[in-house]
């Protein structure tokens, strides 16, 4: 209890600070209209970045910190700019990703593009998971230019998302790119909020997988393309 009335102290001191732009800043909090924001054609995320920065000083405060300090000073700024990299995904498209990157090519045989780094937030602690994706599929008179795999994979990796349907995200994302006869993504990760915290598991691993058409239908064109992955 008294460590609870000593934290609650140092985060009032804190917005009392000596740091005269500082105290400003916090004392002046912005309001912004988030309901309007969101329902925009498209949102200029940029235009959060007031809220986030004071949501940001908040919670300094409420852990007791004094976001006034030096060390401390710019911090908001930096982690709700980190934040916004770290969710740039939904400022994006497909359309605009692929960027008309697709060519009609009379190629039938399976196309893989395996261990593509790929980084992401649990929606449920904040916190990232960090992995690979293995994509493959078999053209059906069009091919997709290779490195737009690892920007659909950017695309979808770069949300608040559970490791489940990142991988059938993907997938689908391929789909409709080029209508494939089919599609197979595997996703393999390290989720921080089993190794920081809960059961502190440093060395466990998630491996998810979505196959659609062919690849579901026929077990030697998953076979193929599971061997691919597995293939150093």
């Known amino acids: 209890m008294e460590a609870l009335k000593n934290s609650k102290a140092v985060a009032g001191s804190a917005v009392n600070g000596d740091d005269a732009e500082c105290k400003a800043i916090t004392n002046g ?5 988030v309901d309007s924001l969101r329902r925009s054609p498209r949102l200029n995320r940029e235009e959060m970045l ?13 852990v007791g910190e004094d976001p006034c300090r030096q ?11 980190a934040f916004l990299f770290f969710t740039k995904g939904y400022e994006q498209t497909l359309e605009e990703v692929l960027n008309d990157a697709i060519f009609d090519e ?14 992401s937030m ?41 490791q489940e349907r990142l991988t059938k995200q993907i997938a689908l994302a391929v789909c409709e790119a080029v209508e494939p006869h089919g599609v197979g993504v ?17 060395n466990a691993k998630t491996i ?4 659609l058409g062919g690849f579901r239908d026929d ?8 061997t691919f992955v597995r293939t150093p």
């Open 29 to 33: 909090l912005r309001t912004i209209d």
């Open 50 to 62: 007031p809220a986030m920065i004071d949501s940001y000083r908040s919670l300094l405060s409420d």
């Open 71 to 81: 060390g401390l000073l710019k911090t908001p700024e930096r982690a709700a700019k």
């Open 106 to 119: 009379n190629h039938d045989e399976m196309v893989v593009v395996k261990d593509i780094e790929m980084f």
């Open 122 to 162: 649990c929606e449920h602690h904040l916190v990232p998971f960090i992995g690979k994706v293995s994509i493959g599929y078999l053209p059906n008179g069009k091919v997709l230019g290779l490195s737009k795999l690892a920007r659909i994979v950017e695309i979808y990796s770069r949300r608040l998302q559970v």
């Open 186 to 202: 595997v996703v393999e990760a390290t989720h921080m909020c089993m190794v920081m915290r809960g059961v502190q598991k440093i």
């Open 208 to 211: 998810t997988s979505a196959m």
């Open 219 to 226: 077990p030697k064109t998953r076979e193929e393309f599971l």
